[in-house]
């Protein structure tokens, strides 16, 4: 049976870019990998952080009510933060299993889109680097915002000791 190299041809030629796009694919899926691991161990560090903004709110409810109030404002901005961080990652994920759908199509639809489908990819991976660029940049001043807010707050609550200090001493 005598092989057909010109239907061979044709089919490198057809699946020959699909091919190669499937490297950029698994990178892109290795990079959000990556963002995800380091969104873990990002949530990792803020919950130690939380812990010890806990223990120093037990000692300052103790003492103040009023720093009390302070404090639990700076947790919901906390909250808030990581409520919109999971959003982005949602987005991302989304984004990302919308662009392997546009993938899964027909074999007669892949010789007749292959050249748009390449652009389609190639902006959503554009608009998924984009998106993950903007999520870190966003995670990491929100973090350093958070990080000043606890330093802020720790320098308030060495500020009520030494006055709740100061007055004790004054009466004794």
Known sequence: MPIDTAALRKLQD????????????LDAAAQQKDVERFLQSKRAEMEEADKKIA????????????????????????AKALADIEDAKKAQADNFAKAQQAFSVTEMDWVQKTAALQAQFAQVEANLAKKV?????????????????????????????????????KLG
């Open 14 to 25: 057809v699946w020959g870019p699909v091919i190669e796009a499937i490297p950029a694919i």
């Open 55 to 78: 223990k120093a709110f037990e000692e300052a409810d103790k003492r103040l009510s009023s720093v009390n109030s302070e404090m639990e404002q700076a947790m919901q901005q906390k």
């Open 133 to 169: 660029a903007d999520a870190e940049a966003d995670f990491a001043g929100r973090v350093l915002a958070l990080e000043a807010d606890v330093k802020d707050l720790e320098k308030r609550k060495a500020a009520a000791e030494k006055a709740l200090d100061a007055l004790r001493s």
